[in-house]
């Protein structure tokens, strides 16, 4: 079988003009980079306003695991076989990091006849996006320093700057650092650090923005730093918005490109769901459900970690109402979650499958709180066999009542999730989407909603909030940000915060070692564990693998 890059260069892209012609964007409204990418101008994004919308589908997961559970193939394979049977539907994904494709992921376009494309170009620079991004930031993190250098009228007091700087890439070494040494003319010394690009608040603020106005009333809303008496300083204080909103003019316009198959798809943000609330653009959902009769999206990682705060941060804020949910699984990662090792998941075991299966059942009782309908999608791999298919169905039949479809889209396309699509437009068209049930109110306090989350949701016996993070919360909420929800920053690998703990465990404590203000983004961060907001690259990085034949083409990108 040939690999994920020779698929996606071996096919016949389509001119974007055609793409967008399929869902009614007129050629005057693209700007275009190249022949297979454009952005949508903001003008057209706006005339849409008075449209209906379509239907919105969530894909999320069960808690991933080395052995693959294929989510971003499953939500282009739904796309695919949705507009296969005649429903008009617009894919809306996230943009890739640069981080983990040279890292330990690789590229993130989805797999086999089930990608958007031009691959190479989505995973690396794509239409600059990130680098606007990190650029925008940047420029904060100087006006800060800058603004102190010239007398710090604001008197900022330097032991209390928050906002640390920002690159899209790994690297631990930048996690704490020292700067302005060297002297008077480089400014006063302090400790400072980088995060990775998505796990900045601007692209949070990017992702969760209305249209430019929002953009910049969200950005000059973000808490930088303390004065000396404690009161906060925030980016509209320091005069840096209308030049941020500057970087980020065209970058807010969303990215249309296409499948494999020529399903047109939106790719626009990238925030990560275990540092970051995992979501695309609100401008690129909104976007798409004017645009098509079905929206197909995806939140990151397991449901306990994007789909939650799809729905308590995303569909709080922006009003989305989800049809349906679609939570994919691998017989391969259940008997991971089972016990079995890597390298024995060739071999049938539907003990182990069995009892792998608390995981996947936690994420669709999990999802059944927020009120939204669940179908299951069991994504098809090559050592399967028909009595792991077979006990899995039984299993979400008889324990979950939920229905669970074999997809072979990684291998057919649109055409392996056929089922899964008319599954999809069942839940869908069965009536109006309820309004989502959040898993907590407004009105509660901050660490309740924490406990809320790690009880209601992972299972927590109890949560453990250090007195740092304890401190923090109790300010936030004095200064007025108690209302706002919660985006836990915790890993993905497990519903504890300890990555080895698979299956669906139970009775364990949340830490919640720190804590910090999203004023612009409006949300509160729970930091837990020893999750890092800036990772680290692997042992074997797949940078090391990726290289140009003597053609110039990219190789080892996937």
Not at 258 to 263: H, V, W
Not at 402 to 412: K, P, S
Not at 413 to 425: F, Q, R, Y
Not at 531 to 547: D, F, R, W
């Amino acid at each position: 079988m040939p690999t994920d890059i020779e698929i996606a260069r071996a096919a016949t892209l389509q001119p974007i003009t055609a793409i967008a012609e399929r869902i009614g964007i007129p050629e005057d409204a693209l700007h275009p980079y190249g022949r297979h990418i454009a952005k949508v101008d903001h003008a057209h994004i706006r005339s849409l306003e008075a449209r209906p919308e379509g239907k919105l589908i969530l894909v999320t997961a069960i808690s991933p695991t080395p052995a693959g559970e294929g989510k971003t193939t499953t939500t282009v394979g739904l796309g695919d076989a949705l507009n296969r049977i005649g429903r008009k539907t617009v894919i809306c994904l996230r943009e890739p990091s640069l981080g983990p494709c040279f890292g330990m992921k690789g590229g993130a376009a989805g797999g086999g006849k089930a990608q958007v494309v031009p691959m190479e170009a989505i995973n690396l620079h794509f239409t600059g996006d990130f680098h606007a991004i990190t650029s925008a930031h940047s420029l904060a993190a100087a006006l800060i320093d800058n603004h102190v250098y010239w007398g710090n009228a604001l008197d900022i007091d330097l032991r209390r700057v928050a906002f640390r700087r920002v690159l899209d890439m790994n690297d631990r070494a930048l996690r704490t650092i020292t700067q302005s040494l060297g002297g008077v003319a480089n400014g006063f010394p302090r400790e400072d650090g980088f995060d990775i690009t998505v796990a900045s608040e601007v692209m949070a603020v990017f992702c969760l923005a209305r249209d430019l106005a929002d953009l910049e009333a969200r950005l000059g809303r973000i808490v930088v730093a303390e004065t000396r008496d404690r009161k906060a300083v925030t980016l509209a204080d320091l005069k840096a918005t209308g030049a941020m909103t500057v970087l980020l003019k065209d970058a807010l316009q969303p990215n249309l490109v296409q499948t494999l198959e020529g399903s047109p798809a939106l790719i626009h943000g990238g925030p990560f769901a275990n540092i970051a609330h995992g979501c695309n653009s609100v401008i690129a959902t909104r976007a798409g459900l004017k645009l098509g009769d079905y929206v197909v999206t995806e939140a990151g990682f397991g449901a306990d970690l994007g789909a939650e705060k799809f729905f308590d941060i995303k569909c709080r804020q922006a009003g989305l109402s989800p049809s349906a949910v679609v939570i994919v699984a691998t017989v391969r990662a259940l008997k991971m979650h089972g016990g079995v090792a890597k390298s024995d998941l060739g071999r049938e075991n539907v003990e182990a499958l069995e009892r792998g299966f608390a995981n996947l059942a936690r994420h669709v009782e999990n999802v059944r709180r927020f009120g939204a309908p669940v179908v299951v999608a069991v994504n098809h791999f090559h050592a399967d066999t028909e009595a792991e298919h077979a006990a899995l169905k039984a299993l979400c039949r008889d324990r979950l009542d939920v229905e669970a479809i074999t997809c072979r889209h990684w291998a057919e396309g649109g055409a392996g999730a056929e089922a899964l699509a008319h599954a999809v437009t069942a839940l869908a068209d069965s009536g109006p989407a309820a309004a989502p049930r959040f898993a907590y109110p407004d009105a509660m306090p901050l660490e309740a909603k924490i406990r809320t989350v790690a009880q209601t949701l992972y299972g927590a016996a109890d949560i453990q909030v250090e007195s740092k993070a304890a401190a923090k919360l109790a300010a936030f909420e004095q200064a007025g940000h108690g209302h706002l929800p919660v985006c836990m920053a915790k890993t993905q690998y497990s519903f504890s915060t300890d990555p080895t703990l698979m299956g669906a465990p139970s009775g364990h404590v949340v830490a919640v070692r720190d804590a910090r203000l999203s004023a612009g983004a409006g949300f509160v961060v729970a930091i837990c564990g020893e999750i890092m907001t800036m990772p680290g690259l692997p042992k074997v990085p797949a940078a090391e693998g990726i290289h140009l034949d003597a053609e110039g083409r990219i190789e080892g990108l996937f």
